[in-house]
C-alpha cells in the first residue's frame, strides 16, 4: 500500500477485532491500526464488517479514528435469552 500522507484519513473496512489492535482492509491490502483506548474496554463497540475512518499514528503505524454508522447488523443469541452482535454492513 502507498504510504498515507500524515494528515491523510482514509476510510477501510474492519476484517478481524483484537485486544488493542484491529486490521483493515483498504485498497486490498490487510493493514493493522491501533484501537483508540475508549473502544479497547468497550464490546460490540467495533466488530467485523464496519467500515472506519482510518489516519497516519507515526512511522507505518496507522490508528483508527472513527467508525462510521452501521448500515446494517446481525445479532446472534447465546442460548441464555441475550444477544450480541456479531457482523455489521453485511450485504444480504
Same mark, same amino acid.
Given at each position: 500500500?502507498?504510504?498515507? $500522507?500524515?494528515?491523510e484519513v482514509?476510510?477501510?473496512? @474492519?476484517?478481524n477485532?483484537?485486544?488493542k489492535?484491529v &486490521?483493515?482492509?483498504s485498497?486490498?491490502?490487510i493493514?493493522t491500526?491501533?484501537l483508540?483506548?475508549s473502544m479497547?474496554s468497550n $464490546?460490540?463497540?467495533?466488530?467485523v464488517g464496519d467500515q @472506519?475512518?482510518v489516519?497516519?499514528a507515526?512511522?507505518? &503505524? ?12 446481525l445479532?446472534r ?8 452482535l456479531?457482523?455489521g454492513?453485511?450485504d444480504?
Amino acid at each position: 500500500m502507498k504510504k498515507k $500522507k500524515e494528515s491523510e484519513v482514509f476510510q477501510a473496512t @474492519v476484517v478481524n477485532v483484537m485486544n488493542k489492535q484491529v &486490521q483493515i482492509l483498504s485498497e486490498g491490502e490487510i493493514i493493522t491500526c491501533l484501537l483508540p483506548g475508549s473502544m479497547i474496554s468497550n $464490546k460490540n463497540t467495533l466488530i467485523v464488517g464496519d467500515q @472506519v475512518e482510518v489516519g497516519l499514528a507515526g512511522k507505518d &503505524q496507522y490508528k483508527l479514528i472513527h467508525i462510521l454508522p452501521r448500515k446494517t447488523a446481525l445479532y446472534r443469541g447465546n442460548g441464555s435469552g441475550e444477544c450480541s452482535l456479531s457482523f455489521g454492513n453485511r450485504d444480504c
